[in-house]
């Protein structure tokens, strides 16, 4: 089965404390990218990857990073997480430039208390 | 199942009616716009993509309408059904000169509430 798959799905974490976030896709998609989600906001892209080792900044890269050491693992890294992190995330993969056509996670609810 | 949002715009509809679904965008360079279904507790699911060159493309029991002129997008639901109860979002693939980018913007949502 075609699938994204994130881990954790929920995480409670406390300031400064750094984490990963997992995400792998199944379907050999060149393109991945992490979004955070919040009340009123919609969707924001942090990071995107086009391919292994090719990464660039979204819209909110502030205090994440990523990495592209394989094709099929896209994981997001907080390295001092702040309350202002606590968001839903969403990894999101596509065979397409856009994101168009793209399978998403089934997110990650992320607390930072 | 997990709350996407809060306070957003709502749609009630009958099962069986047409739905439009609105939404309004700002950048005349965006080169594709696509339409993305949440159900509660579910990450967004791809539903239909235009091209910037197109004004209408049609999927199954779903049509997208595209005013460039007024910088609209719509996206209707023919013979709504209760499985279409979810929040859908408006996205644009944008540019900083056009074409094609790997920037997604998505709108703030929709939340469609099928009654039976």
């Known amino acids: ?113 | 199942g997990e709350s996407v949002g809060l306070h957003l715009p709502t749609l009630s509809v009958q099962e069986g009616d047409n739905s439009i679904i609105n939404c309004a965008y700002s950048n005349s360079a965006s080169d594709y716009f696509i339409w993305y279904k949440q159900e509660s507790g579910k990450g967004p699911q791809f539903i239909i993509d235009i091209r910037s060159n197109m004004d209408k493309r049609q999927g199954q029991r779903v049509t997208v309408l595209l005013n460039k002129t007024v910088k609209h997008l719509s996206l209707q639901i023919a013979a709504t059904q209760p499985g279409d109860s979810a929040v859908y979002f408006c996205a644009e693939n944008r540019g900083p000169n056009g074409g094609a980018t790997n920037k997604l913007i998505f709108g703030t949502g929709t939340l469609l509430a099928v009654q039976p």
């Open chain 1, 1 to 113: 089965e075609a699938q994204v798959t994130q881990n954790p799905r929920y995480l409670i974490t406390v300031t400064g404390k750094k984490l990963t976030v997992t995400c792998s896709q199944n379907m050999n998609h060149e393109y991945m990218s992490w979004y955070r989600q919040d009340p009123g906001l919609g969707l924001r892209q942090i990071y995107y990857s086009m391919n292994v080792e090719v990464t660039d900044k979204g819209d909110v890269p502030e205090g994440y990073k990523v990495s592209r050491k394989e094709k099929r693992n896209f994981p997001l890294i907080l390295e001092s997480p702040s309350p202002n992190q606590t968001s839903l995330y969403f990894c999101a993969s596509s065979t397409r430039g856009g994101f168009t056509e793209a399978f998403f996670g089934q997110g990650t609810r992320l607390t930072v208390v």
